[in-house]
């Protein structure tokens, strides 16, 4: 392939996640983006809650059960000559490391957001990790339909509280408290937002009739919109248009402007001048940063991370899928490529892509996009795959879990099973695990940053390694990865006898001390200022001996 096709392919990509806070929408948006893009037919074949009849984004049994996301799929679709890979987040309150490694894998983020609820606790969660990566971020406020907060309050929200600019697209046009459409700031034309025709799914593919555009100047208006609701909404442009500067690209791409959306997913309003603006501004997937600098898209060759391993997707066959972020170049099926890490070489002969549940056999994929690779145990979270030089991305960190736990096997006797078990887990990023470097050996503790975390993962030792368990508290609250200010490797054994916490080795051998509180942690900082405490992994120094 020359360079212009793999520019041209590279340019079409736009790799992005939905953050939102439960209930915000992003089930019913993913499958209107699918409709839209034609993939699926019918309105309610992503969508899966409880007492539904199916679904096709999840894949876990407990998550049928449960009727809640707790896997992260990853979608791809078609839509105006662009291709779009929607890498799907888990909804529930309650989430997982996965979560926050997807956004590592994507160039840009949509923030969505309730218009009644605004900026929600775990909005705010998953945009600290979009910030921290400096990805451009859409914000589509969803729900117009209902009644909802002011729209400059929403605008003072993002802003007070994200610390990101907002502009505002487009903005919401209401008749007495009744929300009647939007105007598109740049073309000053209206979009008519009407019920009858709402949430009619009847609309197929890229068929979607969003209803009518009509200038702001158009005698009709004032019919739809009332005398008084048009003068508002020329008050409220002209007000938007002091108040702000103008729409800054650079900006944007460095994370620090969100374009801000006004729609419902529900009525698929909205959504189309929503896209557009997506495909037209998000950018296409950029330079990756790697420890020897930054790696461009296309002058590359192939290479690619594992940012998910996904055990049991398909349970007539036990497999264990590694999802690869393309960040560099083509891949072709049945090409052969390196692990970094092991330096071990592979032929990628069956690579898969996803529609939902549908898998697909790759023949070619572009920096971009993801593709599954089947996996028989040789895979970690964070390898580097690579048909060149070799290539080392900047690490995807581990997060400081917020819950602890020990499993306990029902059975004394299985308890080997069980540690192999967890062992497996921890490796595949499901959870993380903690070894005492002092008191009974074998004895591991568990880390998680959500609740549910350690649910799954009880729920996978019965079902996988056959390992009934439970989860018993233990009174650690806070995990600290610790380094030396001085880059030396730390004194495990030396920390452990000065008795702040416990000193524990993660699956990666890097020390990790849990705190039964801040306090603790505090006391710690104080008296060991040669050691630095982190609540991210990167950067500590793995021990050697
Ligand atoms: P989530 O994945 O972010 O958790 O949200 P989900 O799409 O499941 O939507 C949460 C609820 O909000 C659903 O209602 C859904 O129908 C509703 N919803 C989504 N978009 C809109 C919209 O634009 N307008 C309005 N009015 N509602 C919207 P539910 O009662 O939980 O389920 P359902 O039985 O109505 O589907």
């Not at 929200?157 to 610390?163: A, F, N, R």
Request: with cysteine; hydrophobic share 40%.
């Amino acid at each position: 392939m020359d360079e212009t096709e793999l520019r041209a392919e590279i340019a079409r990509r736009r790799t992005f996640a939905i953050i939102a806070h439960p209930d915000a929408g992003k089930t019913t948006l993913t499958e209107k983006l699918l409709l839209y893009g034609g993939v699926v037919k019918l309105a309610g074949a992503v969508k899966a809650k409880r007492g539904r009849a199916s679904t096709v984004s999840d894949w876990m049994e407990m998550e049928r059960e449960r009727g809640i996301s707790i896997t992260t799929s990853v979608l791809q679709f078609p839509y105006h000559g662009f291709r779009i890979n929607l890498l799907d987040t888990p909804g529930h309150a309650d989430f997982s490391e996965d979560t926050y490694r997807t956004l590592h894998a994507v160039d840009g983020a949509v923030m969505l957001l309730d218009c009644a609820k605004g900026v929600e606790p775990q909005t705010k969660k998953l945009f600290r990790v979009c910030r921290q990566r400096k990805m451009p971020i859409f914000t589509l406020v969803n729900k117009m339909d209902r009644p909802g907060r002011d729209p400059f309050d929403l605008v003072g929200e993002v802003e007070s509280v994200l610390g990101i600019a907002a502009y505002p697209f487009t903005w919401p046009i209401f008749r007495g408290g009744t929300f009647v459409g939007v105007c598109e700031r740049s073309t000053r034309r209206v979009h008519v937002f009407d019920p009858a025709r709402a949430g009619s799914s009847a609309a197929v593919g890229a068929e979607i009739v969003e209803g009518q555009w009509l200038p702001v100047d158009d005698p009709a208006i004032v019919e739809i919109v009332g005398e008084e609701g048009r003068a508002r909404l020329l008050d409220e442009l002209a007000l938007l248009d002091v108040a702000g500067d103008r729409f800054d690209r650079e900006k944007f791409e460095a994370g620090e402007v969100s374009p801000m959306f006004f729609g419902s997913a529900i009525n698929n309003f909205g959504l189309q001048s929503f896209l557009d603006s997506f495909c037209e501004l998000m950018p296409s997937p950029r330079p990756r940063a790697t420890v020897s600098g930054s790696l461009d898209p296309s002058t590359s060759g192939f290479s690619g991370f594992v940012f998910k391993i996904q055990a049991n997707m398909d349970r007539a066959h036990r497999d264990r899928v590694a999802f690869l972020r393309i960040c560099s170049g083509h891949f072709d099926r049945g090409m052969k490529v390196r692990q970094v890490r092991t330096g071990r070489e592979m032929r990628l002969n069956n690579p898969t892509q996803f529609v939902a549940q549908e898998r697909t056999i790759v023949e070619q994929a572009f920096a971009g996009d993801v593709i599954g690779i089947y996996d028989t145990g040789v895979f970690e979270i964070g390898d580097t795959l690579t048909d060149g030089p070799d290539v080392i991305f900047e690490p995807i960190p581990s997060f400081a879990p917020e819950y602890f736990a020990r499993l306990v096997p029902d059975d004394p006797l299985r308890r080997k099973q069980l540690l192999k078990g967890m062992e497996h887990l921890a490796q595949e990023g499901t959870i993380q695990l903690y070894r005492p470097v002092v008191g009974r050996s074998g004895e591991l503790l568990l880390g998680a940053v959500g609740q549910l975390q350690l649910e799954v993962v009880r729920y996978r030792m019965a079902s996988e390694y056959d390992v009934k368990a439970r989860v018993e508290p233990v009174p650690h609250q806070v995990a600290r990865w610790v380094s030396r200010v001085d880059g030396a490797p730390v004194d495990v054994q030396e920390l452990a006898r000065a008795g702040f916490g416990m000193v524990t080795i993660d699956v990666r051998d890097r020390p990790v001390v849990l705190f039964e509180g801040e306090w603790s942690l505090h006391a710690a900082e104080r008296y060991h200022p040669e050691l630095a405490f982190a609540e991210t992994a990167v950067g500590v120094v793995v021990r050697k001996d």
